[in-house]
């Protein structure tokens, strides 16, 4: 057992005056002491040598602490690690989960590295049965993608692949996040369910095979007197070749014939990403991904991994899940509950439909490490690494130093087309787009929660009942037993006559809605705001961008993209209006049904809001002017914003930072300034003058002529060049921007608790046992009021959970579980374990420790 000692000491100092700075100071001590009984006081004055202490520095210095950073593309992460320790590059932007890689790094004393634990691999399957040429691709059968998961080792992949730098995964949920812990029990029976059992999935796919007409002929599959081809498209960059060749070995084992197509994400993502899966370029890719901040909400992961409501891509178009799973997925993604437990209840229905469909089948959840020169620093996010930081350019800084130049390597550069409507996802690519952006409230790196930015204050009003929490006092909560919506509140879009629907135009009865959000902006916005062209930021940017959300799935609007109508029609079942209420200061009114636990995630709910500079711009940001050229280029048919689109007309995709399509906009450009054009004009015309229209366009051809590329943003640093070809982006620091330097400087490491688990080894059946749990932060107790949760499962010797419960606080940072004689009296006998979850406030990382017991008849 752990003994907890506390000393006392009879010597009681119990005030000191300075009164000097620094030098040899006389110090005036009052001294308590106890003498047979007696208390005596006496004050006396000594002279001691005290350090100055050094004046708090007074910054100065607005936007980025640095002045020019220049990424450069490294797809090797051993190589990056060569390049540091030589000087070539400052900072490698991706989290490493390789065992060897990392050991260098521990050892290296000029390095060092953050740790996160938001990268996670799957295997993504082309969910198309009968490919265009007519052969059979198994995984357009569900049972088979299921049979999948018994395939696959995942503990060998952690333990040998990984070198131990991850942890086995079975589902959507992520291990950085609350609901890891609010479903443990469910997520514990699908690890036992969907254990390795090769004998199983060889059974299962062989008479599902059989079912679809497929004969195994001297050990091979064939179909139609052809043999069965899978096409594995396996990344090279990192422990993904491994995994794929280990896939294809298991494959192989069982009668299929693999054809291995290695390629870097660049490369593949020309398959997977922007071909008709039909066309069967691949059969199965070995996924990553990374969340890019700690997930508070994974109750929308799986309308986007299972769904064609994630992404407007061809392999997402043709995902087709069962009616079931589709309608739990929606009601999940659309807030379609009115308490945490009709949410937990969908949750726990959705996990097994989702292992069911099985459209991708998860492998592993890593704890990667980012690695950089020492004396460089930046707030790293908990989940989403140095590559998936928001806060990257508000705080990337030397030691020391203001100013200076920072080399960032990266595996891949300009992977896919930008444009902020439907271009690049790809965390690479996001990385620039972050440092180049603005936003209206940034994600708390080690909670998820939104920290304002531009925004004053907010105020989120909920229907009576909903399960909504508040954390943070710039935000305000309050329930109220109904909420109307404004009848002139804009909820939806006339394409034909370019102008509003109100809510009273497009709701017979008036309108009520769950959730009112309110967002007040700074006093000085939009006037302290410029994008990076030199044009002024305006109220027309965040109205185009809401107007942009509703146009391109409108049949009547020349930007019609029907890759876009799923999601579009999904959002529409909860979104019931907005308004612009004040502009001085700038006030914003949001109507939904849809909901997030947190009033503070709320808030970001409003994709007007400036979250990315304008509205429906999840892919980087947009001003209203820069938008033109290519909204003019796609009316006219010579390009699009999306990849489905752009294939179905046969032209490129919309890159705003290289590529032909520049051209078409520069000319598209000149025509707009010589007609003074004013999108969407019945409505916009009321918030851009022709001298407004004229003043951006002729800012943003210079800005084409100077940089090369139509991208803006209002963020910290602004695009300098792009050159595709050498794989290099230079950023430099925007001097306009208005925030001081050191804002947010105050995120440093992550208090993410340590556990340790004590108890008796060995509890007889029937008696009752009591563990300890200790929590703690750098050898300290942890402070209860900051702690989440502590909660303990048991696992029986069989591996079934048999009891759940929080743990009993007795002290800060000291639990005691007590288990009860009719749970251990239920236990068999052999090695039990207690697996005890503890999740902190200020830092939402579900940590586990486990302790084994015996149990004794």
């Known amino acids: 057992m752990r003994k907890r000692l506390i000393i006392l000491f ?84 991706y989290s490493i989960s390789e065992a060897p890689i990392a050991e260098r790094i521990y050892a290296a004393d000029d390095l060092s590295y953050y740790t996160s634990y938001g990268s996670y691999n799957e295997i993504t399957f082309n969910p198309v049965l009968e490919l265009e040429d007519g052969s059979l691709n198994p995984f357009g059968d569900p049972q088979i993608r299921e049979a999948m998961n018994w395939l696959v080792d995942r503990d060998y992949i952690c333990q040998e692949i990984s070198g131990g730098m991850a942890v086995p995964r079975y589902t959507a949920i992520n291990l950085a996040s609350s609901d890891r812990a609010l479903l443990a029990d469910i997520i514990a029976e699908m690890e036992i369910q969907y254990a390795y059992n090769p004998e199983k999935a060889e059974e299962v796919i062989s008479a599902r095979m059989v079912a679809l007409g497929a004969e195994l002929v001297d050990g091979v599959w064939t179909h139609n007197g052809e043999v069965v081809e899978i096409i594995g498209l396996i990344r090279v960059e990192d422990e993904r ?9 298991q494959l192989e084992d069982i009668g299929f014939t693999v054809v291995r197509d290695y390629k870097t994400s660049a490369e593949a993502s020309t398959c997977w990403i922007s071909q008709e899966p039909s066309s069967g370029c691949f059969s199965f890719y070995t996924g990553g991904w990374v969340s890019t901040v700690i997930s508070r909400d994974e109750a929308t992961n799986f309308a986007f991994f299972y769904t064609p409501l994630g992404y407007g891509v061809p392999l997402w178009l043709a995902l087709e899940p069962s009616d079931e799973f589709f309608a739990v997925a929606d009601a999940l993604n659309n807030s379609a509950f009115d308490t945490y437990d009709e949410r937990t209840a969908l949750l726990k229905e959705a996990i097994p439909l989702s292992m069911e469909d099985s459209a991708r089948i998860w492998l592993k959840d890593d704890t990667g490490i980012a690695t950089q020169r020492a004396d460089l620093s930046l707030a790293a996010d908990l989940s989403g690494s140095t590559y998936g930081a928001t806060l990257w350019p508000h705080t990337l800084k030397y030691d020391g130093q203001v100013g200076g130049e920072v080399t960032i390597g990266m595996p891949s550069l300009m992977t896919q087309a930008w444009n902020p409507i439907a271009g690049s996802n790809w965390v690479y690519d996001m990385l620039h787009m972050r440092g180049a952006k603005g936003n209206a409230v940034i994600p708390d790196p080690f909670t998820g929660l939104a920290q304002p930015q531009r925004l004053e204050s907010a105020e989120v009003y909920a229907q009576t009942g909903l399960p909504i929490g508040v954390t943070l006092d710039w935000v305000t909560l309050e329930f109220e037993d109904e909420i109307a919506v404004p009848a002139d509140a804009w909820s939806d879009w006339d394409a034909v006559n370019q102008v509003w629907i109100t809510a009273g135009e497009r709701f017979e009865e008036p309108a009520t809605a769950k959730t009112k959000v309110v967002m007040t902006y700074e006093a000085d916005f939009p006037a302290n705001t410029t994008w990076h062209d030199g044009s002024p930021f305006t109220t027309a940017d965040m109205v185009m961008g809401m107007i942009m959300a509703f146009d391109i799935s409108k049949e009547d609007s020349p930007l019609y993209d029907e890759s876009t109508v799923p999601a579009f029609t999904s959002f529409m079942t909860s979104f019931k209006g907005w308004q612009i209420v004040s502009t001085d200061p700038v006030v914003v009114e949001y109507y939904t049904d849809a909901y997030a636990l947190d009033a503070e995630l709320n808030i970001t709910n409003f994709r007007a809001a400036f979250p990315n500079e304008g509205g429906l711009y999840d892919q980087g940001s947009a001003a209203w002017h820069n938008l033109v050229p290519a909204w003019l280029a796609e009316a006219n048919g010579e390009m699009a ?217």
């Open 10 to 93: 009879s010597l009681l100092i119990t005030g000191a005056m300075i009164l000097s700075a620094c030098g040899t100071d006389t110090v005036v001590e009052t001294v308590i002491v106890e003498v047979e009984g007696e208390t005596i006081t006496e004050i006396v004055e000594v002279e001691v040598e005290v350090e100055a202490q050094p004046e708090a520095e007074v910054v100065t210095r607005t936007g980025a602490w640095i002045d020019t950073v220049i990424f450069v593309e490294e797809p090797s992460s051993d190589s990056a690690v060569t390049r540091l320790a030589a000087g070539d590059i400052d900072l490698y932007a």
């Open 241 to 249: 070749l491994e995994i794929g060749d280990y896939l294809s070995n």
């Open 641 to 857: 914003f999306s990849d489905d689109k752009a294939a179905s007309l046969e032209v490129d995709q919309t890159n705003y930072l290289a590529g032909p399509t520049i051209e078409i906009m520069k000319t598209k450009l000149d025509e707009a300034l010589e007609s003074v054009y004013i999108p969407y004009e019945p409505t916009l015309g009321a918030y851009i003058t022709a001298d407004e229209a004229t003043a951006r366009y002729e800012n943003l051809k210079t800005w084409v002529d100077r940089t090369g590329h139509v991208y803006l943003g209002t963020g910290l640093f602004y695009i300098q060049k792009a050159f595709p070809v050498e794989g290099t982006i230079i950023m430099q620091r925007n001097p306009n921007h208005p925030d001081m330097a050191d804002k947010w400087s105050q995120f440093a490491s992550a208090p993410i608790p340590d556990v340790l688990v004590d108890g008796p080894g060995e509890v007889a059946a029937g008696d009752e046992a009591t563990f300890d749990v200790f929590v703690e932060f750098q050898g300290a107790p942890y402070v209860n009021a900051d702690l989440g949760m502590v909660t303990y499962l048991v696992f029986d010797a069989t591996g079934a959970l048999v009891s759940k419960g929080d743990a009993e606080a007795v002290e800060d940072g000291y639990f005691q579980i007590l288990l009860g004689s009719d749970v251990t009296a239920g236990l068999t006998a052999g090695s039990n374990k207690l697996a005890v979850i503890a999740v902190s406030k200020n830092a939402l990382l579900p940590v586990m420790a486990t302790f084994e017991f015996v149990s004794t008849e």
